[in-house]
């Protein structure tokens, strides 16, 4: 069969190209290297389960999210990885200085990502020499919530804020949110008035510490809640909201279960699977196939030819040709195909693959045993909620950083609370002996030998209590983008990533270590950095959950492996040269070329929206 397009990947670049392509008529060749991901809980009041039968119908490969919420969840996540099963859900990519978290999956990092969906600041885009104005931000936005009065067209649905422990209504504003139960004439610490209940504990913490370090640092902090893409309850009686509702006609809304990278078992949230679903795959000029690993492309007359492992039909190595393809298997997938298109000289690209990578000043630490000024404990209940929940922005020695409060899955609850405790009985730093010693000091087994005991509050704890007084941090800042994707490994086949200068020794990092101090210090908690910082095994190192790079955007192929609009460079053309390889585009993170400080979901939407539509123009 004839394609008008192919389109590598099904993440948000993927499936904005996918949604687009058809929107035009266009017929679509759709390759994923994994398979479906789902909820097994059903919704009530839904008749009967169309994506279900629509599977079985077109034997399409279905897994189930990670669920239970103690050990056996442990297994279960295990089986999740694709470090261990070929299918799995999570890509965990070891490197020398930093690890890399991606998803493998019909609808990419969306699957396991937190659902934040917020622009970067205009001085941040103008750093790195990225041409993404407001307009493409709203024009990205738009396509994500659609038209009020048409839920039904929506590509995905509208965002919500959820900072509260019960859906307070959509229309409320960040600043309904942000002046809830606030008395702005008492010091920080005191500043909560009783209505302040309402907010989630670890929203309520983050904004009253910032208050606190703004003040005594004499920097501006901004607390606001994050948009989310999810489904809030929005249905109110006697109002126009249920005539204009995401949540009355979906039959579901936010649980604040705090599993969204786990996958969302009341169905709230706005995953990529839904979308193609709803748009794509139920066209009849598009063909799907997961578990298909693309390899190379090599450039043929009037298009492309892509290589790739089948192992939908079982077909192995096997290729398909259009006149465009559009690379959206994300940074590591996307630079690993070029690198290989380029090692076989089957394309003609920039010199500049590879390059540019940024770690997005990715971090994460803990506030441990949170505590009131009073001596007792300081809620945060890091199980509760979404994901992420709220941020603070500030720009700290001449770099935006953005703080936001992280939440920790009940399933991990246990190994979490755990290792923490060795961490801290261990000291800042520990060696190798010193971190045994801890960790046969903490008694790993107590929950499974000691009897329960009905008179003491400790004994057999929910998740919940396990990490009360525990803050987890997620951090974004600006990076130097100098880290490097090539191909190497035993069989020099494999994507590997470096820096020439040791990324640890970035300045931002310190910077970023002494606010979490502070605001640690500020919640009466001690700070501890992730065990790969404190250097346990070694160097010290990075967990990048929103790589970026690889694939740079520039003005030549002397600088860029692609345009503003994601065309593909012809690198052998002369070095001023803008041309570029007809029909061949990246619309994924590869392309950004640095730090944006912010999870980088709308930002990424909005360049491949760009891209596509000036291809289809």
Known sequence: MAFDAIVIGTGFGGTIAAVQLVAKGKSVLLLERGTFWRSPDPIGLNAGDPFGDWAKQNKMPVQYWPRPDH????????KALRNLNKDGLYQYSFFNQADVLSANGVGGGSLIYSNVTIPPKQEARDRIGLKITDADLTAARQWMEGPHNDRKNANR???????????????????DFVNLGVDPTKPPLEQDKDDAYLLLDRSRVLRMAAKQVSKKLSVPMDWAPLELSLIEYDGYKNTA???DSDSVPAH???ERQGRCILGCLPQARHTLNKTLFKKVLKN?????MPKCKVLQITQKPGGYEVVFEDDFTGKGKTTAFAPKVFLAAGVMGSTEILLRSARERTLPLSQALGTKFSTNGDFGGFAYRTTKPDGTVLPCYTTR????TSHVTLNFNGRFIKIEDCGVPSLFAEFVSKGLEVLDDAGASPNFFQLMQATWQANLGEHVFDPPDTYKPNSFQTEAQMLVDTFFFNVMGQDDATGRLKLGGIDGDQIDLGWDQPIAQQNLWADIEMLLREFSSAMGGRYIAMPGWQGLLGKKKLVVVHPL???PIGTTHENGVVNEFGQVF????PAASKTVLPGLYVVDGAVIPGALAVNPTLTISAQALKAVNKALA
């Open 241 to 243: 909201a249920v005539k």
């Open 570 to 573: 012809d690198a052998s053309q």
């Open 252 to 254: 579901t809304h936010c």
């Open 157 to 175: 649905g509208w965002l919500n804020y959820v900072v509260t422990k019960i859906p307070m209504g959509k229309d409320m504003t960040a600043a």
């Open 549 to 551: 790079g690889g694939c």
């Open 385 to 388: 909620g979404p994901i992420n």
């Open 71 to 78: 050990r056996k969840g442990i297994l279960y996540f295990s």
């Open 284 to 288: 009849q000029g598009v063909t799907l």
